[in-house]
């Protein structure tokens, strides 16, 4: 159906509106497998609100934008999830009243894409369950609750990554992880490049981020705010 | 050289305690201490306590096990928002800030509250919020993740400030708004006050160079999992 080099996400002449408040200046991109596409631009100039309308999340715009070849005005959200569209958000949004380990749970429930190896999986299971202590010293029978905004950040990354996506949009995803955990991101961030995935994402330059991306493209807030 | 735990000099002093939610223990001081014009940064990796400190000092968090001390008095009885009027004031990592108020009527219950009425000078409106919702009654729930937090971090920062906890505050920020954290952090110290920072990005290290440092290490002894070490100067 899709060429190897059709794009995953394309926006053409894309603006964000909330009402009758238009949020930024159009901005057109294409992101292909393989690549990593930056969003930059001041606090408030819509960055966040593009990768909430390529979720479904219900954010009018204007111009074109497509998502793993649908339209994104059409896109349901458990099924672009089911398609291999992951996120990293911003802010935490994880149940904090379920254990680490139930949540991982239910969520291996409803990725059915990280079920199609069964005996593979278990494998990976097992390794998460190791891994999330090793790598982040995250305890997996506490409850969400107790874990730290940027433990909370690192489980979703992890999850993120262990979903193999097709299209991966993290928005900072290092506003609030030390240091030391840069290169497992940038490793992550890799792998979904190299499995002919695509990484959309949200960043500032004050981050004195390592990310080279293929493309940057420069959000501006709306000139005119009418 | 100010002495450690010098009483006239240190605005903030912790000793000999841990912090705790409830019986579990997490971090062990033997002394954390802010002296005036002075600016502290916490360093650790994630989950080791720093944000528990902060909210231990404002009092919104876990309790401390010893000796805390304001301005020489004990600090734990005081309620946390005799806290943030008194001047200790927490900027905190995500946006917390009441979303069904606009962003104007946010900054004036802050001056409200923040600003003890006929003795701290009325602030001037920051530029920020004056410019960017002059005739617009913007909710703060139409904010962006950064927008929020610059308007959390203005929106504390008036009236009389002796020790600014900033958390992460440079994560999701664009260049302007770290800007003006630096002018912040500047005018606090200036002002003698202490500001205490934790900072992933590397960014208030790199601006304010010689700064006073505490790490948060593993904890062998002992049932707090970390502690808190003042590292060589």
């Known amino acids: 159906m899709s060429g190897s080099d059709a794009s995953l996400i394309e926006a053409d002449a894309l603006v964000v509106r909330y009402g009758g408040w238009q949020v930024n200046e159009p901005v057109s991109f294409s992101l292909h497998p393989g690549q ?84 593979r999986e278990t494998d990976r299971h097992r390794v998460a369950k190791g891994e999330l202590g090793r790598l ?22 992890f999850l993120a990554f262990a979903a193999k996506p097709r299209v991966l949009l993290a928005d900072e995803p290092l506003a609030g992880i030390a240091r030391e955990f840069i290169p497992y991101v940038a490793e992550g961030i890799r ?3 190299e499995s002919s995935g695509a990484v959309l994402m949200v960043t500032h330059g004050s981050e004195a981020s390592p990310w080279r991306g293929d493309w940057a493209v420069e959000v501006m807030p709306a000139k005119c705010r009418a | 050289m100010q002495g450690i735990g010098d009483e006239n000099s240190c605005i903030v002093v912790m000793r000999q305690g841990a912090i705790a939610y409830g019986a579990r223990e997490i971090l062990w001081i033997d002394e ?17 306590g720093k944000t528990s400190l902060f909210r231990t000092l404002a009092g919104i968090g876990p309790r401390f096990t010893g000796d805390m001390r304001y301005l020489g ?9 005799t806290r943030a009027r008194n001047g200790i004031r927490l900027v905190p990592q995500e946006r917390q800030v009441f979303d069904r108020l606009s962003a104007r009527q946010c900054f004036e219950l802050a001056v409200d509250n923040l600003v003890v009425r006929g003795r701290g000078a009325m602030p001037e409106t920051p ?72 900072d992933h990005t590397g960014t208030a290290r790199e601006a304010f160079g010689a700064v006073t440092e505490y790490r948060l290490l593993p904890h062998e002894e002992g049932p707090a999992a970390f502690k808190l070490v003042r590292a060589r100067q």
């Open chain 1, 36 to 119: 990593l596409g930056l969003l930059t631009g001041p606090n408030g100039s819509g960055k966040t609100s593009i990768l909430r309308a390529l979720l479904g999340q219900g954010v009018g715009y204007e111009g074109n934008l497509r998502v793993l070849d649908s339209d994104a005005r059409r896109v349901k959200p458990w099924r672009v999830i089911r398609e291999g569209l992951r996120v990293i958000p911003q802010f935490p949004t994880l149940p904090v009243s379920l254990i680490v380990m139930e949540y991982v749970k239910v969520w291996r429930r409803y990725n059915p894409g990280c079920l199609v190896e069964r005996e």
């Open chain 1, 136 to 157: 982040f010293g995250i305890d997996t029978r506490v409850p969400i609750s107790v874990l730290s905004t940027g433990q909370r950040r690192l489980l979703e990354i």
């Open chain 1, 191 to 193: 792998g979904v490049r």
């Open chain 2, 32 to 48: 954390f201490c802010v002296h005036r014009g002075e600016i502290v940064l916490v360093v650790g990796g994630n989950g080791t």
């Open chain 2, 73 to 81: 008095q004990p600090l734990a009885p005081v309620a946390a928002h």
């Open chain 2, 127 to 198: 530029g920020y919020i004056q410019t960017a919702l002059s005739g617009r009654n913007k909710f703060v729930s139409q904010f962006s993740g950064g927008e929020a937090k610059r308007l959390l971090l203005e929106s504390l920062v008036v009236g009389q400030v002796q020790v600014l906890m900033l958390d992460e505050v440079f994560a999701g920020m664009d260049a302007a708004a770290v800007d003006r954290v630096m002018v912040i952090v500047r005018n606090c110290i200036s002002r003698r006050a202490g500001c205490v920072l934790a």
